[in-house]
């Protein structure tokens, strides 16, 4: 670090301004006063730097010292990463704890990676090889679940002089590079600024889908992977709910957690809950294959725009080994309201409702960084593909759509799940909209979901949305004039948009099997609703009665399928179908 320091001359909340800072960038790293707080710098003005502290200042006045590092804010990224729950920039939490408490000392450094910690090291190439930006030079099995691959840095080329198998700390040396410039040796840990995004060889369409096993999301709002989905609702409208279902049963490769100025109650919540988690398709903890960023609300207001930018180099770095990599970030309103406090302290002019001109802009920076890519570098000769997606939860006040970051989000994200807390109030979870939330996915994964269930499924989900927005129209005049004055077609209308409701779209979270359907699964529950509604029409042309229609046995069972265990699904379907068609004869036959 350079002798060279600034001097303070204002302090304002997280904000400090000092001059004397020539020759420092923009985002650089800067340590204030003799606490040696963490701060950046987001704003020059001749040789004065604004830097917004990531620590509280209390305390720290006018004519303290500015050390400059001249280092953009980067993350440590290599083994250990996983299992671990850090803070907004990067500081393990347990071993604050260790060394600090229960309360972050000001100040305090540690580092986001073990020193002292042995890796056991695989090379994949051989002394003579070339490699370059990206390969895979080896592996470490960082969990059961996940091995690490050990990437060469991006801008670093040559052949390999040296490479052993062995047991490595993170900071030494696996493998000696020749290259143009000279020698280059190769550790299992790189930096990487946070603001940056990490390079990739070529950007591919978002034509796989990421499968999460709730129903109301696969069958009417497919997310891609490598997509973008925004996640609004009011407080008690179950945000944290889906991001656990989110997190344990879709089929993406690594899990990524931010809490981005969140309740503390709701926080600890989650830190507590996420390690009992259990991976369903390996019986190991979930915390395997995740990575915790947590940042409360009486966290220091500035640390919440790094921990998002934190989280999304984490999961592009997972990306690049050819992970499918799913973040969350909860909530992107709460870093918008950091942003809007730092500029008011910048004294800049002030956009809608206070918050900062580029806002959107900044959230549009963060959710371009997800997608599915080719990577840059090859994995044992040949290319990788990976995926970075992400899933921003949006905590608008009062649940208004209309809030400018709601707004500014939708114009980026390609899925929307709009919870609705009348939804929660009836008891109905998840609470996710189905007449106000899209997914412009939907069509480009259609192929996909076709190959993986039946081709006529996105037909049927057509028509069970249809169904479901004619329910809508109804019930405006059943309120006005009653159920008894529709037809019997509306009735039998009204009645299988019930069924699609209750019998497919609620799904218990804590059943140990309703909280987790296969698509295979889903296209048959839907075709059975469906199917009954196709047979009862026919059947009421041929004269038979609404009631009788409302009352049959079949209805029961139909209603109990989501309950039935998967192995055991099909022979039960197979009888179920048996029986409704049993009964719409027998109802049919007696008006024929």
């Known amino acids: 670090m350079s002798e060279v320091t600034g001097t303070i001359i204002r302090v304002s909340g997280p904000l400090v301004v000092a001059r004397g800072m020539a020759g420092s960038k923009m985002y650089d790293v800067v340590r204030v006063s003799e606490k040696r707080l963490l701060g950046e710098i987001i704003q020059l003005r001749g040789d004065e730097a604004a830097i917004q502290v990531y620590e509280e200042t209390a305390g720290i006045g006018p004519g303290e010292p500015v050390y400059p590092t001249y280092e953009p804010l980067s993350v440590e990224l290599g083994p250990g990463l996983l299992e671990t729950i850090y803070d907004g920039v990067q500081r393990p939490l347990h071993l604050l704890e260790e060394k600090a408490g229960y309360f972050i000392t000001r100040g305090i450094e540690v580092p986001a990676l073990s020193r002292e910690r042995k890796w056991h090291f695989v090379p994949l190439c051989q002394k003579g090889d070339t490699v370059g930006p990206g390969d895979v030079i080896g592996e470490v099995a960082e969990t059961v679940l996940v091995k690490h691959r050990i990437l060469v840095p991006p801008g670093v080329q040559g052949r390999v002089r040296e490479i052993a198998e062995g047991d490595f700390c993170v900071t030494d040396p696996v493998a000696v590079l020749e290259t143009a410039t000279g020698e280059h040796r190769l550790t299992t840990v790189q930096r990487w600024p946070v603001r940056q995004p990490r390079p990739v060889r070529r950007r591919l369409p978002p034509d796989e889908?990421?499968?999460?096993?709730?129903?109301?999301?696969?069958?009417?709002?497919?997310?891609?992977k490598g997509?973008?989905?925004?996640?609004?609702?009011?407080?008690?409208?179950?945000?944290?709910?889906?991001?656990?279902q989110f997190?344990?049963?879709?089929?993406?490769?690594?899990?990524?957690?931010?809490?981005?100025?969140?309740?503390?109650?709701?926080?600890?919540?989650?830190?507590?809950?996420?390690?009992k988690l259990k991976d369903p398709k390996s019986g190991e903890p979930l915390m395997k294959r995740t990575v915790l960023i947590a940042n409360t609300s009486n966290m220091p207001v500035a640390a919440r725009e790094a921990s998002v930018y934190t989280a999304i180099t984490i999961g592009e770095y997972f990306r690049d080994m050819g992970y499918s990599v799913a973040l969350q970030a909860d909530s992107t309103s709460r870093w918008a309201e950091a942003m809007r406090e730092i500029s008011g302290r910048l004294e800049e002019m002030p956009?809608?409702?206070?918050?900062?001109?580029?806002?959107?802009?900044?959230?549009?920076?963060?959710?371009?960084?997800?997608g599915r890519v080719t990577c840059l570098g090859r994995y044992q000769g040949k290319e990788m593909e990976g995926s970075l997606t992400v899933i921003g939860s949006v905590s608008p006040p009062g649940g208004d759509l209309n809030d400018p970051v709601v707004q500014a989000t939708l114009r980026v994200v390609k899925v929307f799940w709009s919870l609705e807390d009348k939804l929660a109030?009836?008891?109905?979870?998840?609470?996710?909209?189905?007449?106000?939330?899209?997914?412009?996915?939907?069509?480009?994964?259609?192929?996909?979901?076709?190959?993986?269930?039946?081709?006529?499924?996105?037909?049927?989900?057509?028509?069970?949305?249809?169904?479901?927005?004619?329910?809508?129209?109804?019930?405006?005049?059943?309120?006005?004039?009653?159920?008894?004055?529709?037809?019997?077609?509306?009735?039998?209308?009204?009645?299988?948009?019930?069924?699609?409701?209750?019998?497919?779209?609620?799904?218990?979270?804590?059943?140990?099997?309703?909280?987790?359907?296969?698509?295979?699964k889903q296209a048959a529950m839907l075709a059975v609703i469906l199917r009954f509604y196709a047979l009862t029409r026919e059947a009421l042309n041929r004269g038979a009665e609404i009631d009788q229609i409302e009352k049959l046995p079949v209805r029961e069972r139909i209603a109990r399928m989501k309950f039935i265990p998967e192995e055991e699904f099909e022979s039960a379907l197979n009888a179920l179908h048996r029986q409704l068609e049993a009964e719409i004869n027998r109802l049919s036959g007696n008006y024929d």
């Open 209 to 224: 889908p990421l499968l999460t096993g709730q129903r109301i999301i696969d069958t009417f709002f497919p997310i891609a």
């Open 227 to 244: 997509g973008t989905a925004c996640v609004p609702g009011p407080f008690g409208s179950g945000k944290t709910v889906i991001q656990h």
């Open 247 to 275: 997190a344990e049963w879709s089929d993406a490769d690594i899990v990524i957690f931010v809490g981005c100025g969140e309740r503390g109650n709701e926080m600890t919540d989650v830190l507590l809950e996420f390690p």
């Open 351 to 370: 956009g809608e409702e206070g918050y900062p001109a580029y806002l959107a802009t900044r959230i549009a920076e963060f959710y371009e960084r997800a």
């Open 425 to 520: 109030f009836q008891r109905h979870f998840p609470a996710i909209s189905w007449l106000r939330s899209y997914s412009l996915y939907t069509d480009v994964v259609a192929a996909a979901m076709a190959q993986r269930t039946q081709p006529d499924f996105l037909e049927h989900a057509r028509q069970a949305m249809a169904l479901l927005q004619k329910e809508a129209e109804l019930e405006e005049i059943v309120r006005l004039v009653g159920k008894d004055t529709l037809s019997a077609e509306d009735r039998l209308v009204l009645e299988v948009a019930r069924s699609l409701r209750e019998d497919f779209l609620h799904q218990n979270a804590f059943h140990e099997i309703d909280t987790y359907t296969s698509l295979k």
